[in-house]
């Protein structure tokens, strides 16, 4: 697509329940990247994706995060077991493989709201 | 390690007066800097960039930037700010080992009427 496509816009949950959120990012980026925006915050890396290699995971804040990506394309973040804390604007962002490229393509996020 | 550290958290500035957020970094090698502006409710959404060449890069929406290397800045300017810029900004740096940005804390400008 034109833009990185992030969906739901918006999740309320109850604390306790998993929640799944996804990421379209532009065709052709091979690099996937999930951050994590909490209220006033600056921006906490979570995960990162390149092509077929292993994602870097170094930023996800405990095992109840964990992302995929499936055929190098759409990836999807899954919370499970959220608590209050979770509660964040969770960013998407691809980047081009071309060597000159290192800025990202953000989408405009999910605001999860655990209540 | 990398890092980019935006000392301000909020800058006001009224309308039609220049407009500086601060940005200094810290990493080794050559840095490829960025800023992006966050619009409420929105994402974020590139303005400029610097990898290499001139130190005064342009960018978006009339905005530039000074890469300073003695200085290690990258402050974003804008000559005559708009009560449309009020948005939280954005300074990060890009390392190749790692592949990917690092984020400074964001400012928050409010220009006022």
């Known amino acids: 697509g034109a833009g990185v496509s992030q969906s739901p816009s918006n999740k309320v949950t109850e604390k306790g329940k998993d929640v799944e959120l996804r990421c379209d990012p532009i065709?052709?980026?091979?690099?996937l990247y999930w951050y994590r925006q909490s209220l006033g915050q600056g921006l906490e890396f979570l995960i990162y994706f390149q092509g077929n290699s292993a994602p870097d995971k170094s930023g996800l804040p405990s095992d109840r995060f964990s992302a995929e990506r499936t055929g190098g394309s759409v990836s999807t973040l899954t919370i499970q077991r959220t608590q209050q804390e979770d509660s964040a604007v969770y960013l998407c962002a691809s980047r081009s493989s071309r060597a000159t490229n290192y800025g990202y393509t953000f989408g405009s996020g999910t605001r999860l709201t655990v209540v | 390690a990398q890092s980019v550290a935006q000392p301000e958290d909020q800058v006001n500035v009224a309308e039609g007066n220049p407009l500086t957020v601060k940005c200094t970094y810290s990493?080794?090698?050559?840095?490829?800097l960025f800023w992006y502006v966050q619009y409420p409710n929105r994402g974020l959404q590139f303005l400029l960039k610097y990898i290499t060449g001139d130190n005064l890069v342009k960018g978006s929406y009339g905005f530039e930037a000074e890469f300073n290397k003695s200085q290690t800045s990258f402050h974003l300017k804008k000559p005559s700010a708009l009560v449309s810029d009020s948005a939280l900004y954005f300074c990060?740096?890009?390392?190749?080992?790692?592949?990917?940005?690092?984020f400074g804390g964001g400012t928050r400008v409010l220009v006022k009427p």
């Open positions: 065709s052709g980026h091979t690099a």
């Open positions: 990493v080794s090698g050559n840095p490829y």
């Open positions: 990060a740096v890009f390392k190749a080992a790692g592949n990917k940005l690092t």
